[in-house]
């Protein structure tokens, strides 16, 4: 299986100041399509999680423009511009080159 | 718009079945493979089950092999997860998802809560 790796597992941030995440995989994710799979995930306190980003850096629909992803082959980045209040939560990268792992999910919060 | 409704859920002894369902709206269902995961309390995500938009292929993760069948009705939109044998281990809130394009998963119901215990 492939091993996802987030890192800060905890983020404290100001608001409107930016927050960075990283995820590792333990081994490429690039598939034989050519295409990475790898998306992020939001999921607010309480609520299902939902897709901000899929293959690597296309925002889904109605996902605000200060979410942004980057990355290949195992490191991967998810950046938030300016955190808002709405962006408490937790965020898990997954991967779906080869069937479906997540991260551990790194918590973000405000100072 | 599209909507995942999800119904089953609740207390269940170990050894004992459950039986989930999510009713699907807003899209042609039988356009999408779907997928079940779930979040043991206070923890991460966990793949659990995917069927094939035409119900050709499922696979299942280690865990739920050999206990769970997922399971649609493609002329009633609805996906199933049928849960036989369960375990303490299993306890945790369970959503269904679509599986969108470029391996997106796109919409997510809204979680159903299983809990065995004795």
């Known amino acids: 299986d492939i091993v996802m790796t987030q890192t800060p597992l905890s983020s404290p941030v100001t608001l409107g100041q930016p927050a960075s995440i990283s995820c590792r995989s333990s081994?490429?994710?690039?598939?034989?399509?050519?295409?990475?799979?790898l998306n992020w995930l939001q999921q607010r306190p309480g609520q299902p999680p939902r897709l901000l980003i899929y293959?690597?850096?296309n925002r889904f629909s109605g996902v605000p423009d200060r979410f942004s992803g980057s990355g290949a082959g195992t490191d991967f980045t998810l950046k938030i511009s300016r955190v808002e209040a709405e962006d408490v939560g937790v965020y898990y990268c997954?991967?779906?080159?080869?069937?479906?792992?997540f991260g551990q999910g790194t918590r973000v919060e405000i100072k | 718009q599209v909507q995942l409704v999800q119904s089953g859920g609740g207390v269940v002894q170990p050894g004992r079945s459950l039986r989930l369902s999510c009713a699907a709206s807003g899209f042609t269902f039988s356009d999408n493979g779907m997928h079940w995961v779930r979040q043991a309390p206070g923890k991460g995500l966990e793949w659990v089950a995917v069927i094939w938009y035409d119900g050709s292929n499922k696979y299942y993760a280690d865990s739920v092999k050999g206990r769970f069948t997922i399971s649609r009705d493609n002329s009633k939109n609805t996906l199933s997860l049928q849960m036989n044998s369960l375990r303490v281990e299993d306890t945790a809130v369970y959503y269904c998802?679509?599986?969108?394009?470029?391996?997106?998963?796109?919409?997510w119901g809204q979680g159903t809560l299983v809990t065995v215990s004795s």
């Open positions: 293959k690597v850096s």
């Open positions: 997954m991967q779906a080159t080869q069937q479906w792992t």
């Open positions: 081994q490429s994710l690039v598939h034989s399509d050519g295409n990475t799979y």
């Open positions: 998802v679509r599986w969108g394009p470029d391996r997106s998963w796109d919409y």
